[in-house]
């Protein structure tokens, strides 16, 4: 069956330091891979998706970046980060057209 | 485009009383719906979908959604409600593209009064 990790769990990092979350899928090959963040008491918000290896759409323009440098591994990244970098984050994977996305456990991070 | 529109952002209910929980969608194309569940400080949890065919879903959890086309409706149900219910819920439609975007919902928050 498959699965899907994200780390770390929880997060704590000052304001400008930089950041590398990681998600990685196992038990399907080629899946879609997505970064969400979700805001204290608000919905998703759709960061990132990525079709194949080294291929990445940003759906919002902001201090964070992604990258794909395996078929199974999907990395949020950011140089400096910002108080309103803060949040939880969610990786998901999906299989094709019109099917459902299946989440990690996510990770929150919290700046100072 | 399609589009989703979650109706009460907190919802309380007794435990033992019925769950519903309402959620009405807009698009262009046959939709695919899901609704999903997310427990704090968890990712979310698909509980069902709609694909095409029959119009009453069931679900994990006792959980169960009608798909009315004329009314663009795909609320959530649960006869009786127990305690471990008590969590954020989402739905979401699915977006007609080769990256398979879904768009979620502002999620509804169930509480069960004891």
């Known amino acids: 069956s498959q699965t899907i990790h994200q780390w770390p769990a929880t997060l704590v990092q000052p304001v400008g330091s930089p950041l590398s979350l990681e998600c990685t899928v196992e038990?399907?090959?080629?899946?879609?891979l997505y970064w969400y963040r979700q805001a204290a008491g608000r919905g998703l918000q759709l960061l990132f998706y990525?079709?194949?290896?080294?291929?990445i759409s940003s759906e919002v323009p902001q201090n964070l970046s992604a990258s794909r440098p395996q078929d199974r591994q999907f990395i949020l990244s950011s140089k400096k980060l910002l108080l309103s970098d803060s949040g939880f984050y969610l990786c998901?994977?999906?299989?094709?057209?019109?099917?459902?996305?299946?989440f990690g456990d996510g990770t929150r991070l919290s700046i100072l | 485009a399609q589009s989703v529109t979650q109706l009460g952002s907190h919802v309380s209910v007794s435990e033992g009383a019925l769950v519903l929980l309402r959620c009405n969608y807009s698009?262009?194309?046959?939709?695919?719906l899901f609704w999903y569940v997310q427990y704090p400080n968890q990712g979310l949890q698909l509980l069902l979908k709609?694909?095409?065919?029959?119009?009453l879903v069931k679900g994990i959890n006792g959980f169960e959604a009608e798909f009315k086309k004329s009314e663009t409706s795909f609320h959530l149900t649960k006869p009786s409600a127990h305690m471990s219910d008590a969590a954020e819920y989402f739905c979401a439609v699915s977006v007609a593209s080769s990256a398979s975007k879904i768009i979620f919902g502002s999620g509804t928050r169930l509480s069960i009064r004891p």
């Open positions: 998901a994977w999906g299989t094709g057209v019109n099917q459902p996305q299946h």
């Open positions: 990525s079709v194949g290896i080294g291929q």
């Open positions: 709609y694909t095409t065919g029959a119009t």
């Open positions: 698009s262009s194309v046959p939709p695919y």
């Open positions: 038990g399907t090959s080629n899946p879609n």
